[in-house]
């Protein structure tokens, strides 16, 4: 049987009503890469851009091996249970350079979280994006915000030097590390440390307790290198087990301490406003790179590929004319 089509303005009347399976699909358009689902999806969100929201978002990331996915479930557990927030949880998961899949098996790592109805879980492919997100977890962040979920998790496919795309759309950005592993700072670059408002340690428990509170010590020798955040802010090192409970509230009380200093310093709007710029900037430059796969473009950036493998054209100059094409002025 043929699934009608949907109407937006009743697709967007159930994501405000908290209806799933119309947040399901409203996410799924706006994730589309079909140009002719784009302005379907831009219509909804300046829609959905209407609604009021308190959302805290939360950026979660951590080298491999961390246990993002147990700590978040442990993490929205207690938001759901004990404090009675609704949350959403956006999973990135990185896609192969070979296939362009991606497994998508958060949901798989967080039953219990999963199955709670004051938790809504939405996996999504990197695709090529870098930085740890998709190239439209803006928007699907919007929509969520949309349907009223007091806290977005955004969890990032892993620590790197390109991790400033997450904390350019989140309000605390949350880094996990994990002791006994050798270097305890390993992978931690100055970059990464510098966009950390909170830091916890995980699997603080057993017989890793000990090696956890060294580790923990260093970290907190090493904050000392780094200049304070707004308002004279520094991140806190907090000490957990998503095994035992240990120290998961104390880091949820810990960000929204960072939130509430970053609204009485004017921090928190500004913030904001510069995602909103850096949004539009990224979005522009999404919808160029659109623009080179119409059939009459992409065939002569073929042309220019060719002319670059062949030697005849070089690739700086290869890429001003790509620019032309595209509507650049190089």
């Known amino acids: 049987m043929t699934r009608r089509p949907f109407n937006l303005h009743e697709l967007h009347q159930g994501v405000i009503a908290g209806d799933r399976t119309a947040l399901s699909r409203a996410i799924t358009l706006v994730e589309s ?20 929201s308190n959302a805290i978002r939360v950026g979660i990331t951590g080298v491999p091996g961390v246990g993002k996915s147990t700590f978040i479930e442990a993490l929205g ?3 759901v249970n004990d404090l009675g927030k609704r949350i959403v949880v956006l999973a990135i998961d990185p896609s192969s350079t070979r296939s362009g899949g991606s497994i998508l098996g958060d949901k798989s790592r967080m039953p219990k979280l999963a199955a709670h109805p004051g938790a ?3 996996p999504s492919p990197s695709r090529t994006s870098l930085g740890g997100v998709t190239t439209r977890t803006r928007e699907t962040l919007l929509v969520c915000e949309a349907a009223g979920y007091d806290v977005a998790i955004i969890e990032t496919v892993g620590v790197g030097q390109s991790e400033t795309a997450v904390h350019e759309m989140v309000d605390a950005f949350l880094l996990l590390a994990l002791a006994g592993a050798g270097d305890e700072l390993q992978g931690m670059k100055r970059g990464i440390m510098e966009m950390a408002d909170v830091i916890a340690i995980t699997k603080s428990d057993g017989e890793n307790e000990g090696r956890a509170s060294l ?3 260093q970290i907190r020798q090493a904050l000392h290198l780094y200049p304070p955040g707004p308002a004279g802010w520094a991140p806190p090192v907090v000490l957990t087990s998503a095994l035992t409970g240990q120290g998961i509230v104390d880091v949820w009380h810990d960000v929204v301490r960072f939130t509430q200093s970053m609204r009485t310093c004017g921090a928190f709007d500004s913030r904001r406003a510069d995602q909103r710029v850096r949004w539009f900037e990224e979005e522009s430059k999404r919808l160029v790179l659109l623009e ?6 992409s065939a002569q950036l073929d042309m220019l590929r060719a002319a670059v493998l062949a030697g005849g054209l070089s690739p700086w100059s290869a890429a001003h004319l790509a620019a032309k094409l595209l509507g650049g002025t190089p």
């Open 292 to 297: 080179a796969v119409r059939p009459e473009v």
């Open 215 to 217: 580790a923990a010590a």
């Open 120 to 122: 809504f879980i939405r």
């Open 33 to 52: 890469e079909a140009a002719v689902d784009l302005p379907r999806a831009n219509a909804l969100l300046d829609l959905c851009r209407g609604a009021a």
């Open 77 to 79: 557990l207690q938001l």
